[in-house]
């Protein structure tokens, strides 16, 4: 059975950080690009981060960008989000999902064949 497990989230306080992992289990990670997305109560999940199978192409979109660090080691067939500077409105589920292909095709969902079952992540003093 394909599937991603998340872990790492939990509570912490405004401008503190927060290093969320994603690991493949079932299938290797090598070969496909992995996404981060959120989804806060009643929001809509959104894109936040893309990293292809090489790790050579990294793309973090709107307010994480200068924030969120993404990464991978594909001999432990993880990908990493490195989240700092955490601010309440970064409080969500955090999810992650396997693209099926190599390379960063965008956020739209029907790009990711397998997904996670999110960790949350609360920002609050």
């Known amino acids: 059975q394909l599937q991603l497990v998340e872990s790492g989230g939990g509570l912490v306080q405004p401008g503190g950080p927060l290093s969320l992992s994603c690991v493949g289990s079932g299938f290797t990670l090598d070969n496909v690009a992995i996404g981060w997305f959120r989804q806060a109560p009643g929001e809509e999940r959104r894109g936040i981060s893309c990293i292809s199978s090489s790790g050579g192409d990294t793309i973090v979109t709107g307010s994480a960008k200068g924030r969120f660090t993404i990464s991978r080691d594909n001999a432990k067939n993880t990908v990493y989000l490195q989240m700092n500077s955490l601010k309440p409105e970064d409080t969500a589920v955090y999810y992650c999902?396997?693209?099926?292909?190599?390379?960063?095709?965008?956020?739209?969902?029907?790009?990711?064949?397998?997904w996670g079952q999110g960790t949350q992540v609360t920002v609050s003093s």
């Open positions: 999902a396997a693209e099926r292909g190599a390379s960063c095709s965008g956020y739209g969902p029907w790009h990711y064949d397998v």
